[in-house]
């Protein structure tokens, strides 16, 4: 009877034990898990940091994204020289395998546009890639990584349609100054030349077209004008 007693005391203190040591278990299953992954070179973090002209050092960034668990790390400096394209970030995409992160400390590290921001997510999408960034806890690996890659679609496609909007605002405001659009207004004195070299000339339509520098329909235009229509234009 009390070696039964003993076996069941025994038997009930290794299951406790069992039971408080398992999340000790599963957070060195989880390590070794990441370890090798990180060994293995497969799902890497990659870390990005990038100075601004406001923020010329990247040591806090780079501090944040060791914290945080990057494998890799690459920085760049501010340079008021840059392009609008980014070719040192695109480079640091283009070695990434799919499933691999991107972890950068604030989201406007990645472009000076809205329009390299939205680009480079279309990029990272297409490739297969997640993003994080720490200060706005966007994080594309969770359940919520496919509505930031739609929010960032629809806001690409709304930047452009803004730009093809401001453009033909602009076009259409420079029309109305006279300033573009269109073939460029014809002085009277060069139409009044056109209308002499070929009625009282003779000349052929191609001569004129080369003698006053404008094109052979431009010609035909100015010759087929009535009277009525040619005191018009010189008054």
Same mark, same amino acid.
């Given at each position: 009877?009390?070696?039964? /007693?003993?076996?069941?005391?025994? =038997? $009930?203190?290794? &299951?406790?034990? /069992?039971?408080?040591?398992?999340?000790?278990?599963?957070?060195?299953?989880?390590?070794? &898990?990441?370890?090798?992954? !990180?060994?293995?070179? &497969?799902?890497?973090?990659?870390?990005?940091?990038? @100075?601004?002209?406001?923020?010329?050092?990247? @040591?806090?960034?780079?501090?944040?994204?060791?914290?945080?668990?990057?494998?890799? &790390?690459?920085?760049?400096?501010?340079?008021?020289?840059? @392009?609008?394209? =980014?070719?040192?970030?695109?480079?640091?995409?283009?070695?990434?395998?799919? %499933?691999?992160?991107?972890?950068? +400390?604030? *989201?406007?590290?990645?472009? #000076?546009?809205?329009?390299?921001?939205?680009?480079?997510?279309?990029? *990272? #999408?297409?490739?297969?890639?997640?993003?994080?960034? *720490?200060?706005?806890?966007?994080?594309? $690996?969770?359940?919520?990584?496919?509505?930031?890659?739609?929010?960032?679609?629809?806001?690409?496609?709304?930047?452009?349609?803004?730009?093809?909007?401001? +453009?033909?605002?602009?076009? =259409? #405001?420079? $029309? !109305?100054?006279? #300033?573009?659009?269109? $073939?460029?207004?014809?002085?009277?004195?060069?139409?009044?030349?056109?209308?002499?070299?070929?009625?009282?000339?003779?000349?052929?339509?191609?001569?004129? @077209?080369?003698?006053?520098?404008?094109?052979? %329909?431009?010609?035909?235009?100015?010759? !087929?004008?009535?009277?009525?229509?040619? =005191? !018009?234009?010189?008054?």
């Amino acid at each position: 009877m009390l070696l039964f /007693f003993s076996l069941f005391f025994f =038997n $009930r203190l290794n &299951f406790y034990y /069992f039971l408080c040591k398992l999340p000790y278990h599963l957070r060195n299953n989880y390590d070794t &898990f990441n370890k090798k992954e !990180k060994v293995g070179g &497969f799902m890497k973090i990659i870390g990005y940091a990038r @100075s601004t002209i406001t923020d010329n050092s990247t @040591s806090e960034q780079l501090n944040k994204l060791e914290e945080f668990g990057c494998h890799e &790390f690459f920085h760049e400096t501010f340079s008021v020289e840059e @392009s609008e394209e =980014n070719h040192s970030l695109e480079s640091v995409v283009a070695q990434m395998q799919p %499933g691999d992160t991107l972890v950068v +400390t604030e *989201l406007h590290r990645l472009g #000076k546009t809205t329009r390299q921001l939205t680009d480079l997510t279309d990029l *990272l #999408k297409q490739r297969e890639l997640h993003l994080v960034s *720490l200060a706005e806890q966007i994080d594309t $690996r969770g359940p919520m990584g496919q509505v930031y890659f739609n929010l960032m679609e629809g806001l690409a496609i709304m930047e452009r349609s803004l730009i093809k909007e401001r +453009t033909l605002v602009g076009l =259409n #405001k420079a $029309r !109305k100054k006279g #300033k573009i659009g269109g $073939r460029p207004k014809i002085d009277p004195k060069t139409i009044k030349k056109i209308r002499q070299l070929y009625y009282e000339k003779k000349e052929t339509i191609q001569y004129i @077209s080369e003698k006053c520098g404008v094109s052979v %329909g431009t010609c035909y235009k100015y010759i !087929k004008l009535s009277e009525e229509e040619w =005191n !018009k234009l010189r008054s």
